[in-house]
C-alpha cells in the first residue's frame, strides 16, 4: 500500500540555521500539506498547496517558511532562520482531490532547534 | 477561527470498561474525521464522518456525527489495553482545505 514519506526523520539544527524538511507524498495525490505538532500538544496546520501554488496558510506560515514541489515528486517546507518555538513534529500530508475527504500523514520530521 | 474541542483530555479506564470521548466543533461542518496517534508515531485514520447521523464502527470503537448539535462522539466499548493512544478528532473547512484539529484525549487502559 502507498505510503507518504518524510526525511529526515530527525532534524537537529542551530538557531538561525535554514533547514529543509523532505516529503515524499503517495504518487496519485494532488493536494499538499504541511502540520506541526509541537511536543505534547495539537496538531496544527501550516499550509496546503495544489497545483504548485499555496492554497491557504496558517498565521503560523509566516515569512520565514516556504514550501516547493520542485521536481513533481518531492514537496519541501523550508525553514530559512529557524527559531527555538520552531521545535516540533512536522507532518506532511496529501489527498487525491478535493472530493476525497480523507488526508494521508506521513510519519512526520522531528525538528530541535538548540 | 474554527475551534474543536474534545474532552476529555486524559482518561484512564480500566480493561473491559466503556468510555465515550466527545468532540466539539464551532462552525459548520459537515464532514469530521478519527485519528489515532501512538507516542512518536504519525496520525492514522479511524473514521471519516461525512454526513448528519454518521455512525461508524471499527471493533470496539464506533464514532458517530451529529453536525446539528456541531458534535462528534468516539465511543470505546470493553476497552483493552491495545487501544491506549491519543484520539484526535478533525474537521475540515468549507474549501476541504485544510483541517482543525481538536486537543487530542489521551487514553489509558489500565489492565
Known amino acids: 500500500e502507498p505510503e507518504v514519506t518524510q526525511t529526515p526523520s530527525h532534524q537537529v539544527t542551530q538557531m538561525g540555521q535554514e533547514v529543509i524538511l523532505r516529503c515524499v507524498p503517495i504518487s496519485n495525490h494532488l493536494y499538499f500539506y504541511w502540520y506541526r505538532q509541537i511536543l505534547g500538544q495539537k496538531v496544527e496546520f501550516l499550509v496546503s498547496?495544489?497545483?504548485?501554488?499555496?492554497?491557504?496558510k496558517s498565521e503560523i506560515f509566516d515569512d520565514q517558511f516556504s514550501v516547493e514541489r520542485p521536481d513533481g515528486s518531492n514537496f519541501t517546507l523550508k525553514i530559512r532562520s529557524t527559531k527555538l518555538e520552531d521545535s516540533a513534529m512536522y507532518f506532511c500530508?496529501?489527498?487525491?482531490?478535493?472530493?476525497?475527504?480523507?488526508?494521508?500523514f506521513g510519519p512526520g520530521t522531528r525538528l530541535t532547534v538548540l | 477561527e474554527l475551534k474543536v474541542e474534545q474532552n476529555p483530555l486524559f482518561l484512564s479506564m480500566q480493561e473491559g470498561k466503556n468510555y465515550t470521548i466527545y468532540c466539539n466543533y464551532s462552525?459548520?461542518?459537515?464532514?469530521l474525521y478519527w485519528y489515532r496517534q501512538d507516542p512518536g508515531k504519525s496520525l492514522e485514520s479511524l473514521f471519516v464522518?461525512?454526513?448528519?447521523?454518521a455512525v461508524k464502527q471499527e471493533g470496539r470503537l464506533m464514532a458517530s456525527l451529529d453536525t446539528k448539535a456541531r458534535l462528534s462522539t468516539l465511543h470505546i466499548t470493553a476497552a483493552v489495553h491495545d487501544l491506549s493512544a491519543t484520539y484526535f478528532c478533525a474537521v475540515d473547512t468549507r474549501t476541504g482545505n485544510q483541517f482543525y484539529f481538536g486537543t487530542g484525549t489521551s487514553l489509558t487502559v489500565i489492565p
Open positions: 500530508a496529501g489527498r487525491p482531490s478535493l472530493g476525497y475527504n480523507e488526508q494521508f
Open positions: 462552525t459548520t461542518s459537515d464532514r
Open positions: 464522518l461525512l454526513s448528519n447521523g
Open positions: 498547496f495544489y497545483n504548485n501554488e499555496i492554497s491557504e
